[in-house]
């Protein structure tokens, strides 16, 4: 059930914050030595290098959120689950156009 959360919120993410020209979510799986590693890109509005570093804190929104709704927990959220499953998450900006969020889930949990 939490890593169906995860993957709601980055869908719900995309949905939010794309922006109006939003057009493409996709979503992906590879295994690499001990992990599963999902991906979850969109084509929507993207998001600056220094936004990046701190989305996954608590309470942190940039500021295409605004007039979202939203706490900011959800990121936070996706990281704790990737962690309590010995894995990890994190993002590749697009810029201007599009992001693309990794989680990464342990082949070998007990």
Not at 34 to 62: M, P, Q, T, W, Y
Not at 68 to 73: D, K, R, W
């Amino acid at each position: 059930m939490c890593i169906l959360r995860a993957f709601r919120n980055f869908m719900d993410n995309s949905l939010k914050y794309g922006g109006e020209h939003l057009s493409r979510i996709r979503t992906g799986h590879e295994e690499v030595e001990d992990f599963h590693v999902f991906s979850f890109s969109d084509d929507g509005k993207g998001l600056r290098e220094e936004e990046s570093r701190r989305i996954f804190g608590a309470f942190e929104r940039n500021e295409t959120s605004l007039g979202v709704e939203g706490s900011g927990l959800g990121l936070s959220i996706v990281q704790e689950i990737a962690e309590r499953h010995g894995g990890k998450v994190w993002v590749e900006p697009g810029n201007t156009e599009g992001i693309t969020f990794y989680l990464s889930i342990s082949k070998n949990l007990e």
